[in-house]
């Protein structure tokens, strides 16, 4: 089989492998947007380095747009394959493709209008909402730690990560002259300990490991730290300044976080007494999906709801949907968190609020996740004074805070922690995807001080002979 790499190549986004196995078959490893790079975004993700008419098959790690958001854009261009992916991922991508097709299309107006103005011909948006939804009847669900057969050469089986809910190791059995090889692809690898998920589950042994190299040279504080961090930055926003607390936070995954992590300070009675809006309708309909799917949590959170059935709700809790109800929240001039996405701040209502607050000092904005360098978010978290939104620059008087460990990657020590289910003897080849070029290349090291060897960091467009 034969290796290619065209996306989340020495970056954080876009991911995307192409496998070409020597019975013809083309299968790709995710089908991730590329994110968070301004004009350069739009075209990588319109430049395809291969026909979508040829994949055969799309095996999905897990729902975010980094990983699942040109699934669409492909079906839409002769993709008439299988997308297989585990039952929670799929239920996830049934709104989230269907919010970034609306995403497109909303961008694409504005776009437009910008062109007009300059005399250049309109533009057609990435996907429409419709496309995404059309994309759908091409989902194949499968549970965690069951074989699939893909055909009489390819099986597919997801082991459970730990990122997100429905995350998944990929694991892959093909058939071919020389025997079984065995190939597996991490995704995206979360934290030996959850607030809400089960742990990373080991997963079979591979021949080759695609694995991710995300925070490949940090170390994240405890789980324990970052709920006291949190409780310490409502408390210094919301009392003592008595200021807006603006959480951009991805609607999937890390609000359910931050909303399950306030809600036990609500019930412990530490919380103060402040209302909190979730302002996204996307997290409104992801934490429905999230309800459903309670056997994804760990033990703690099961526990928890024997006597609080709603982990995701408390008395001074609002979920809001409406864009009236959005700007409503422009005329609070007390205290209030307001949690919304999207995390990187990059599109979505939360720049509306950075937009209306940015430049008030009783203002902090708090980041919870990974900010992509050349992302809106990076840029507060570098301490830049003036930043631009909507086109129109502001000077940065809020407080910029950051608590990392509500990241849903694990840090170097607990990616390299959960590989050692793999022995490192076996590994013919280990590829490094995910990351930043110069962390990948110290979580190289630090993979080979613990044992591993024959690490490849592939380039955009590499291609491997397994």
Do not use: W
Request: one cysteine or more; proline letters at 5%; charged letters at 25%.
């Amino acid at each position: 089989m034969k290796l290619t790499f065209y996306g989340a190549a020495r970056e954080v986004t876009g991911s995307k492998i192409l496998i070409e196995t020597e019975h013809g078959k083309n299968i790709l490893l995710d089908c991730g947007q590329f994110q968070g790079k301004g004009l350069e975004t739009e075209e990588q993700n319109r430049a395809l380095a291969f026909s979508p008419a040829s994949i055969d098959h799309i095996i999905l790690s897990h729902a975010h747009i980094d990983h699942s958001g040109l699934i669409p854009f492909l079906s839409r261009n002769g993709f008439a394959g299988s997308v297989i992916c585990t039952n929670a991922t799929r239920d996830l991508c049934s709104i989230m493709l269907a919010d970034s097709g609306k995403i497109q299309e909303y961008d694409t107006i504005t776009f437009n209008k910008k062109r007009a103005r300059k005399g250049l011909p309109p533009v057609e948006p990435l996907y429409t909402q419709a496309d995404a939804v059309a994309s759908m009847k091409l989902f194949i669900s499968v549970a965690y730690d069951r074989k699939f057969r893909i055909d009489e050469f390819t099986t597919v089986r997801f082991t459970n990560s730990g990122h997100m809910l429905g995350s998944g190791v990929v694991t892959l059995e093909l058939k071919e002259k020389e025997g079984i090889k065995r190939l597996a692809f991490t995704g995206d690898i979360g934290r030996p300990v959850s607030r809400l998920l089960k742990s990373p589950q080991p997963f079979p042994q591979a021949d080759y490991l695609i694995t991710e190299s995300t925070y490949g040279d940090r170390l994240h504080p405890t789980l324990e730290e970052s709920d006291e961090d949190l409780f310490r930055v409502v408390h210094h926003t919301c009392v003592e300044k008595k200021g807006k607390l603006i959480i951009p936070a991805f609607s999937v995954g890390r609000t359910q976080e931050i909303v399950y992590s306030l809600n036990n300070l609500y019930n412990a009675g530490r919380l103060p007494r402040v209302d909190t809006y979730v302002d996204s309708p996307l997290s409104v309909n992801a934490t429905s999906i999230f309800r459903m799917h309670t056997d994804c949590f760990n033990e703690e959170v099961a526990d928890l709801m024997l006597t609080d059935p709603d982990p995701f709700g408390f008395n001074s809790l609002f979920y809001n949907t409406s864009v009236e109800g959005s700007k409503s929240l422009n005329e609070i001039k007390g205290p209030v968190i307001i949690i919304s996405s999207s995390g990187m701040m990059e599109a979505g209502r939360v720049k509306h609020h950075l937009a209306n607050n940015i430049s008030n000092p009783a203002t902090t904005v708090l980041a919870v996740g990974y900010c992509a360098p050349n992302t809106l978010g990076a840029r507060l978290l570098r301490g830049e004074q003036e930043v631009s939104i909507h086109g129109k620059k502001y000077p940065v008087r809020a407080e910029i805070d950051r608590i990392e460990s509500y990241s849903g990657h694990g840090d170097y020590r607990e990616m390299a922690e959960y590989l050692s289910c793999q022995d490192p003897d076996r590994l013919k080849n280990i590829f490094l995807v995910h990351g930043e070029y110069e962390t990948q290349v110290n979580y190289r090291a630090y993979l080979e001080s613990q044992g591993f060897d024959r690490i490849e960091i592939p380039s955009f467009g590499t291609s491997y002979n397994l």
